[in-house]
Nanobody
Framework: QVQLVESGGGLVQPGGSLRLSCAAS????????MAWYRQAPEKQRELVAT???????NYADSVKGRFSISRDNVQNTVFLQMNSLKPEDTAVYYC???????????????WGQGTQVTISS
């Protein structure tokens, strides 16, 4: 069993910053790709950023230059630093991890519980 626990969401004014964290724990051998997704009310879930085991990153066009994804492979934690926040960034943010466990031969995708980020004046 693997669990992803998110933290760091909240309410912030436009132009402000937030830092999200997501820690993976459980029967983990290695964590491969980690990512952040978000879903606004009545909209589809969209990919925000990804980071692979070697540190290569990808970002949605809407957040390039404002958001930064990073990871701590010792603690199996992924972070999302969000700067210059806009009202359109308001959404529930979900972390994702592709994980190899001790008991399964292939990798399995896991999701965090989601954390609310609200940008409003």
């Amino acid at each position: 069993q693997v669990q992803l626990v998110e933290s760091g969401g909240g309410l912030v004014q436009p132009g402000g910053s937030l830092r999200l964290s997501c820690a993976a724990s459980g029967n983990i051998l290695t964590v491969n790709v980690m990512a952040w997704y978000r879903q606004a009310p009545e909209k589809q879930r969209e990919l925000v950023a990804t980071i692979d085991g070697g540190g290569s990153t990808n970002y949605a066009d809407s957040v390039k230059g404002r958001f930064s994804i990073s990871r701590d492979n010792v603690q199996n934690t992924v972070f999302l630093q969000m700067n210059s926040l806009k009202p359109e960034d308001t959404a529930v943010y979900y972390c994702y991890a592709d994980v190899w466990t001790w008991t399964r031969g292939g990798s399995v995708a896991y999701w965090g519980q989601g954390t609310q980020v609200t940008i409003s004046s």
